[in-house]
Nanobody, 121 residues
């Protein structure tokens, strides 16, 4: 399994970005894809995750009502739509594939490369 993350960039506060995580290879219906973010010197934090089979979603409190995770099964891609971005959202975002939906990064076996989101005026 390989994951390709993309979509990061520079955006002004209040703006929007959509991150994409394209997956290749085999993933079971029980698996899940998550978006994490990690600031320098800090632990990797789950932002959102979605189960592949049921489509159940999770969001960390700080992004609820601003971010939306979705999947396009035909394209084997998971998206993270990020609206109302704040300067504190500035960080590298990673997508990951795990055997089940979880908040612990150790539960994820495959990781995409990071994509940097910068929110600044």
């Amino acid at each position: 399994v390989q994951l390709q993350a993309s979509g990061g960039g520079l955006v002004q506060p209040g703006g929007s970005l959509r991150l994409s995580c394209a997956a290749s290879g085999v993933a079971s219906a029980d698996s899940a894809i998550a978006w994490f973010r990690q600031a320098p010197g800090q632990d990797r934090e789950v932002v959102s995750c979605i189960s592949i089979g049921e489509g159940r979603k999770y969001y960390v409190d700080s992004v609820k009502d601003r971010f939306t995770i979705s999947r396009d099964d035909a394209r084997n891609t998971v998206y993270l739509q990020m609206n109302s971005l704040k300067p504190e959202d500035t960080v590298v975002y990673y997508c990951a594939l795990g055997s089940k939906r979880a908040q612990d990064p150790n539960m994820y076996d495959y990781w995409g490369q990071g994509t940097l989101v910068t929110v600044s005026s």
